[in-house]
T-cell receptor, first 115, second 109 residues
Framework: SAVISQKPSRDICQRGTSLTIQCQVD?????MFWYRQQPGQSLTLIAT?????????ESGFVIDKFPISRPNLTFSTLTVSNMSPEDSSIYLC????????????FGPGTRLTVT | DQQVKQNSPSLSVQEGRISILNCDYT??????FLWYKKYPAEGPTFLIS?????DKNEDGRFTVFLNKSAKHLSLHIVPSQPGDSAVYFC????????FGQGTTLQVKP
């Protein structure tokens, strides 16, 4: 398994501002993922972040809105840019340890409220 | 286009009884199906999985059933315990995870 931490755990931000969410893993991992869970909705994959390469974004998500950094094998950041109330969600990072393709370990999430 | 659906937002059962959580999917190309469990203020944790070539997988009190013809899977928890109270997400995998909306299970003592 893996221990994953996220900062901040929650934040309230004004529209038009940006917030950077950090994800730290206690072991080196190749693949990290960022998800969004809007209120009452399912978890939706935003992008896959591999160290040493550009993040791969899912349909409906763009780099200008959700820039991602992956400077090393234990850390990643997701920035939510130019926020609007529709960005109010829980943002989660997860990692794949290579044991099975589908078993991911999730961080505790960052609850973002945009006013 | 929601490929994985959990139509019951909540379920309440008595301790010791069986909990049955249901999930429907539309894409017959999924390789694996999974259940994740989520407590408040925590991330989802992997619970149990089933390959698309199987119809049943059991792990202790948890059993997942897959009905491919109906594109339906279910999670059975027997016996249910108060500590099982959480949100349960069904997910399907074919290169990436696609989650359902979740079902909140409450197990009453």
């Amino acid at each position: 398994s893996a221990v994953i931490s996220q900062k901040p755990s929650r934040d309230i931000c004004q529209r038009g501002t940006s917030l950077t969410i950090q994800c730290q893993v206690d072991s080196q991992v190749t693949m990290m993922f960022w998800y969004r869970q809007q209120p009452g909705q399912s978890l939706t994959l935003i992008a896959t972040a591999n160290q040493g390469s550009e993040a791969t974004y899912e349909s409906g998500f763009v780099i200008d809105k959700f820039p991602i950094s992956r400077p090393n094998l234990t850390f990643s950041t997701l920035t939510v840019s130019n926020m609007s109330p529709e960005d109010s969600s829980i943002y989660l990072c997860s990692v794949y340890l290579g044991l099975s393709a589908y078993e991911q370990y999730f961080g505790p999430g960052t609850r973002l409220t945009v006013t | 286009d929601q490929q994985v659906k959990q139509n019951s937002p909540s379920l309440s059962v008595q301790e010791g009884r069986i909990s049955i959580l249901n999930c429907d999917y539309t894409n017959s190309m999924f390789d694996y199906f999974l259940w994740y469990k989520k407590y408040p203020a925590e991330g989802p944790t992997f619970l149990i999985s089933i390959s698309s070539i199987k119809d049943k997988n059991e792990d202790g009190r948890f059993t997942v059933f897959l009905n491919k013809s109906a594109k339906h899977l279910s999670l059975h928890i027997v016996p249910s315990q108060p500590g099982d109270s959480a949100v349960y997400f069904c997910a399907a995998y074919t290169g990436k995870l696609i989650f359902g909306q979740g079902t909140t299970l409450q197990v009453k003592p």
